[in-house]
């Protein structure tokens, strides 16, 4: 997350790999490319924060983006805040993900069936509210992950004390993308994402997005899918009668026509066949009783 100052020895100059070198502010539009980053890692948020608070209204946008001194970086993130920390794997270069402590607790406390109130001020997480804030980290370093298309970023630190996964000799300027998290009737959660400049630098260059996988209804079952309540209009053929011209111009009302109800009744969506069935009762309402269907089973 953070570029550390090299450290001091005699008559040695700080040395850059070129690849660092050559992803420079100069060469790639920094401020553009992480307001993108920030709305990637926003949508891919979403869904796994949905399922974790068991909110199906759940919504997640990019509010905020700006730069912040290494040295005014704790300033930026606030007093009472708990951070993670991803990076791939042995080295320093990766994200940084937090949140404010007594919020964190407010969620934990929600999920419990309490109001999420009452937790102002509180400066570290206690044990309980740490293991469901570890579950919100996941669902930050798979999004990270996805955002950046860094498949091997891992947790590297945690905490709630900002100088021990940051340490002091810092000097990068730090990107900071402010996440809002909006669900009905509950305040608003933030998140905030720091990257430094050099770290970013090569995530935009070298690491190209992914494309969001597209996942069939049958991966997860249709009752579980965002379709599962969609209706759509069926229908059941009972009957298909062939009538003179001369019986059609001579209807009247009282006339009784012959009719003979299909052995077998299609059922179809949209004039195509899906089903056929036998006409049945249930509570004295005319049913159809399924005897083939042309659908998998998914």
Do not use: W, Y
Request: net charge negative; proline share 5%; charged share 20%.
């Amino acid at each position: 997350m953070i570029e550390t100052s090299a450290p001091s020895g005699a008559a040695r100059a700080a040395q850059h790999c070129p690849e660092l070198l050559a992803n420079t502010v100069d060469t790639v539009d920094l401020a553009g490319e992480f307001a993108r980053f920030g709305t990637r890692f926003a949508r891919a948020l979403q869904p796994r924060l949905a399922r974790l608070f068991d909110a199906r209204k759940l919504e997640t946008e990019l509010v905020e983006s700006e730069k912040a001194p290494a040295a005014a970086l704790g300033e930026t993130l606030g007093a009472g805040t708990h951070h993670a920390r991803f990076a791939l794997p042995g080295k320093a270069l990766g994200v940084l993900a937090s949140a404010r402590v007594d919020a964190l607790i407010g969620e934990f406390d929600r999920m419990l069936g309490g109001n999420g109130q009452g937790f102002e001020g509180a400066a570290t997480l206690p044990a309980s509210a740490d293991r469901f804030a570890r579950q919100i980290e996941a669902e930050l370093l798979g999004a990270a992950a996805e955002a950046s298309g860094q498949d091997n970023l891992v947790v590297a630190e945690r905490g709630s004390n900002l100088a021990e996964i940051v340490p002091d000799s810092a000097r990068a300027p730090v990107l900071v993308a402010t996440l809002a998290v909006n669900r009905p009737d509950v305040p608003t959660l933030h998140f905030r994402i720091g990257v430094c400049e050099a770290t970013f630098a090569q995530f935009a260059t070298h690491a190209p997005v992914r494309k969001a996988a597209r996942r069939s209804i049958g991966e997860r079952g249709i009752e579980n899918s965002a379709l599962a309540q969609v209706e759509l209009s069926t229908t059941a053929t009972l009957v298909d009668m062939s009538v003179p011209l001369h019986r059609i111009a001579g209807l009247q009302v009282g006339a009784m026509l012959p009719v003979s109800i299909h052995r077998s009744v299609p059922l179809s969506v949209a004039e195509t066949i899906i089903a056929h069935g036998a006409v049945g009762a249930i509570d004295d309402r005319v049913a159809l009783e399924i005897h083939h269907t042309s659908l998998r089973n998914t």
